[in-house]
T-cell receptor
Framework: DQQVKQNSPSLSVQEGRISILNCDYTNSMFDYFLWYKKYPAEGPTFLISISSIKDKNEDGRFTVFLNKSAKHLSLHIVPSQPGDSAVYFCAARVSSDYKLSFGAGTTVTVRA | DGGITQSPKYLFRKEGQNVTLSCEQNLNHDAMYWYRQDPGQGLRLIYYSQIVNDFQKGDIAEGYSVSREKKESFPLTVTSAQKNPTAFYLC??????????FGNGTRLTVT
């Protein structure tokens, strides 16, 4: 049973515009959330994270928002750039546990 | 230059053969992990190890085996008992509860 869900398999956005990626989770014990970015034939690289004690974390063009009551998080990329074209994975875990649960990923394509 | 090395990048095997995927890290991380990625699915945890000589099953351990004899190394054996072994395999490591650091993966094709 998938505990982390990314319901949009793909997203196409024009360069310079905002990309919004969504993620839902079912396990209320999750208290630490991460986003990873993956290029083809490479391993995922860590992008940004957020703890459940916060509702927003920002790092340059990337901002993650957490809505605990809705069990929902989102990643905003502003402005989107061609190099942002990749697969983005949402992940979550209980902070006391080593196991990380991943969503299925959203493929972002940034159009020139 | 620290990182995780997975070898080989591409691996081909005949059905019924066991195959071992290599994973080496020089990051001095205690924990190591094996994930599998299939099209349209997220990364699924096969096995993980928090310390040397100890490892735990993940969500899809059936048909796989691992060993952790050295801190730097966490090889994964895909046995003939694994019903759908063709996949992209990712090894990762972490220090305490830091974000996972991934290798570049091994694509295994079994025919």
């Amino acid at each position: 049973d998938q505990q982390v869900k990314q319901n949009s398999p793909s997203l196409s956005v024009q360069e310079g515009r905002i990309s919004i990626l969504n993620c839902d989770y079912t396990n209320s014990m999750f208290d630490y959330f991460l986003w990873y970015k993956k290029y083809p034939a490479e391993g995922p690289t860590f992008l940004i994270s957020i703890s459940s004690i916060k509702d927003k974390n920002e790092d340059g063009r990337f901002t993650v928002f957490l809505n605990k009551s809705a069990k929902h998080l989102s990643l905003h990329i502003v402005p989107s750039q061609p190099g942002d074209s990749a697969v983005y994975f949402c992940a979550a875990r209980v902070s006391s546990d080593y196991k990380l649960s991943f969503g299925a990923g959203t493929t972002v394509t940034v159009r020139a | 230059d620290g990182g995780i090395t997975q070898s080989p990048k591409y691996l081909f095997r005949k059905e019924g053969q066991n195959v071992t995927l290599s994973c080496e890290q020089n990051l001095n991380h205690d924990a190591m992990y094996w994930y599998r990625q299939d099209p349209g699915q997220g990364l699924r945890l096969i096995y993980y190890s928090q310390i040397v000589n100890d490892f735990q099953k993940g969500d899809i351990a059936e048909g796989y085996s691992v060993s952790r004899e050295k801190k730097e190394s966490f090889p994964l054996t895909v046995t003939s008992a694994q019903k759908n072994p063709t996949a992209f395999y990712l090894c990762a490591s972490s220090f305490n509860n830091s974000p996972l650091h991934f290798g570049n993966g091994t694509r295994l094709t079994v025919t």
